[in-house]
């Protein structure tokens, strides 16, 4: 999902992020990343930069891709 550009609006504009969740991506059992998502989960902050996106607003496509994604992690959770 986050490497697909079509994830993530071309334009818009953000305010103020305020952080809602995040992952922790690691390899190997090392941190290799982060991603703060915020602002009702529409927009993410990647640490290291995203070169996939350009925006950090997410596109419609986006916002329902990542809902299916959290409403799994919920599922795999309860």
């Not at 992020?17 to 927009?43: H, S």
């Amino acid at each position: 999902m986050v490497t697909d550009t079509a994830h993530f609006s071309a334009g818009g504009e953000y305010g103020t992020f305020q952080l809602d969740a995040g992952f922790l991506i690691e390899e190997k059992r090392q941190l290799v990343g982060t991603i703060n998502v915020g602002c009702g989960y529409n927009q993410w902050l990647f640490a290291p930069k995203n070169a996939s996106v350009a925006q950090r607003s997410l596109s419609a496509k986006g916002f329902d891709k990542m809902t299916e994604l959290l409403d799994a992690l919920n599922a795999t959770a309860s």
